[in-house]
């Protein structure tokens, strides 16, 4: 028999959004999905953006690749389209390499061939009770998942405050064949990251390689 596969998002919306979030949404989603991509641009994925904080930081510094953000939660993707949008409600010019996949990131994984050069997963929920751990993301069939769409010499650059669900993370990595390192890198700001939930003095990354 199948296993059956977890679905880790629990929910798909929060607050109420405003009229101009909700018609963000019907009108510029659609425009911006992650659809017909091209084969011959470096593009970098984001999976659970939050508010996207760290996905626009991308966009700027990259402005010659596609910027590729997964984020079921539609309260996050409202957010995101309300900061790279105008008073005319038109994208500007320097979030238009973003693209939008406001759904579990694997169902977009399961239709796309791209090859990205980075893929981002910061401070990902941790489920820290026993009984839910089974729907955490970052297990050994979804990092194997992620490493086929990686392109040469690409990475998978995962941070989290949760130092157990740290360890976790590793203990997963070792039923791969993916290589894996603790990099140095400048802490990284984003508003999850500022709540701190676990209360630990610093996040801890890790990057992987195929």
Avoid: C
């Amino acid at each position: 028999m199948e296993k059956q596969e977890i679905r880790t998002f629990g929910r798909r919306h929060g607050k109420k959004l405003s009229a101009r979030q909700t018609m963000l949404i019907d009108r510029v989603l659609p425009t911006i999905s992650p659809t017909n991509l091209p084969a011959n641009t470096g593009k970098i994925l984001e999976i659970g953006f939050g508010a996207g904080e760290h996905l626009r930081e991308i966009a700027r510094q990259n402005p010659g690749k596609i910027i590729i953000g997964a984020e079921p939660f539609m309260n996050g993707v409202a957010s995101l389209l309300s900061a790279i949008t105008n008073e005319s409600n038109t994208v500007r010019d320097e979030y238009k390499n973003i693209r939008i996949f406001a759904d579990d990131v694997r169902d977009f994984l399961r239709n796309t061939d791209s090859q990205f050069e980075q893929i981002w997963i910061l401070h990902p929920d941790p489920w820290p009770k026993a009984r839910h751990e089974k729907r955490r993301l970052l297990h050994a069939d979804f990092l194997n998942m992620l490493a086929t769409h990686l392109a040469q010499n690409g990475e998978i650059i995962i941070g989290t405050d949760h130092w157990e669900y740290f360890d976790w993370i590793k203990n997963e990595i070792s039923k791969t064949a993916l290589d894996a390192r603790t990099p140095d890198l400048h802490t990284i700001h984003t508003r999850y990251q500022a709540k701190n939930m676990a209360g630990t003095a610093m996040p801890k990354y890790l990057v992987i390689k195929n």
